[in-house]
């Protein structure tokens, strides 16, 4: 365990006041370190600490409307990649197609998100019908393929080298994930239906190169399992539905997967402060261990402005961040009762790339400049 170098202690006014409650407004910024598992301090600031003028240089928030990108490859071993390092990577796939050939990760386990859509999936375990807001966890070297009943988004994050885990339990035991909230794959008449003597590929990804070998026959040919390794489905409505009704204010975001250099964190929807004068978007921070990046899934995402549904940010480790200027000025006045936002983090403490070959079309390269024009009138 890491030897912190801890020093209680308080300077000066400590006190958030909100507009309308002291003659000096103050901004309260929290810096962290391990993902504020370690040491942190509060900050009250007389100004936005996200209220630069300008932003200049390869550090700089960015955003991408992922639901711009063409439909496609047929692989989706070759999906178009938004994010990578050494540790993990990130790519976004839609299709309306039956896939004809099976896929299997060998570089490590697999995690899609259903950002929309519906139908079925085979793999080595069996069927698995998915929805919009379905987790699907492929165990690594798992065949598999998707049958559409209509045409699916997916965000596929891959735990390179690694496996995806459920975080510890909290210091009163609890999980923020209970394992039987997992569905299973079945070995159903779905399933036999579709073996058959057909010649099939798999197509195998292995230090970022497709291989491919092909089958006499279908590989999904199970007829049955036992052991405790095997493909999960968790949707974010589990986890709302799982929350304890004792809690006045549910989190904000669950931590819902681990890997040994990233998190991954459902946002689902919580009950708000109402107007008590208390902070009602997520405070600015610096989490100066981790580069992150959100996914938005669903409803209007409180703390984001003009961010809609399909649309992801990023936010690198060296500047601090939080409530959009604009989210700032409409929200904190009159909050509703319940946010309905649903939304991914991935906090990586591994630092993240970019993948350039994103089409122009598909960024929103003004995003850095709305953070300056709605500082002008705070």
């Not at 962290?32 to 200049?56: D, K, L, M, N, V």
């Amino acid at each position: 365990m890491t030897n912190w170098i801890r020093l209680p202690n308080s300077e000066g006014q400590c006190v958030a006041r909100p507009e309308g409650q002291a003659d000096q407004k103050t901004y309260q910024r929290e810096v962290g370190r391990a993902g504020f598992t370690g040491p942190s301090a509060q900050i009250y600031h007389r100004h936005p600490p996200a209220g630069w003028a300008t932003f200049e240089g390869p550090l700089r928030p960015r955003a991408f409307s992922l639901g711009k990108l063409s439909p496609g490859p047929a692989c989706p071993l070759q999906a178009r990649r938004v994010l990578h390092n050494d540790h993990m990577e990130v790519r976004y796939w839609k299709t309306d197609s039956k896939m004809h050939a099976l896929a299997r990760n060998a570089d490590g386990d697999t995690l899609i998100f259903v950002h929309n859509g519906a139908g079925a999936l085979f793999c080595d375990y069996g069927h698995l019908s998915y929805r919009d807001g379905d987790y699907i966890l492929l165990p690594r070297g798992t065949a598999w393929r998707i049958e559409p009943s209509e045409l699916s988004e997916f965000m596929m994050i891959e735990a390179t080298a690694d496996a995806f885990k459920l975080p510890d339990a909290s210091s009163d035991g609890a999980r923020a994930v209970d394992p039987m909230l997992f569905t299973l794959p079945r070995i159903d008449d779905a399933f036999i239906a579709q073996q058959d003597d057909a010649f099939w590929e798999i197509h195998i990804k292995r230090r970022g190169q497709v291989s491919t070998l092909t089958y006499p026959f279908n590989p999904l040919d199970a007829i049955g399992w036992e052991g405790d390794l095997c493909v999960v489905k968790l949707n974010w409505r589990d986890l709302a539905k799982h929350r304890s009704n004792g809690q006045r204010t549910p989190p904000a975001a669950s931590c819902t997967f681990v890997t040994g250099t990233f998190s991954i964190s459902t946002f689902i929807p919580k009950v708000g402060e109402g107007e008590s004068g208390i902070m009602r978007v997520p405070f600015y921070h610096s989490n100066e261990d981790a580069d992150e990046f959100i996914f938005y899934h669903r409803g209007e995402f409180f703390s984001r402005g003009e961010i809609k549904a399909g649309m992801a940010t990023f936010h690198p480790s060296g500047f601090p961040h939080g409530p959009h200027p604009s989210a700032y000025q409409t929200k904190m006045v009159k909050a509703p009762v319940e946010t309905e936002e649903v939304a991914i983090m991935i906090d990586s403490r591994a630092f993240l790339t970019v993948d350039e070959s994103i089409p122009d079309g598909a960024e929103w390269k003004a995003y850095v400049k709305t953070w300056e024009k709605a500082q002008e009138t705070l």
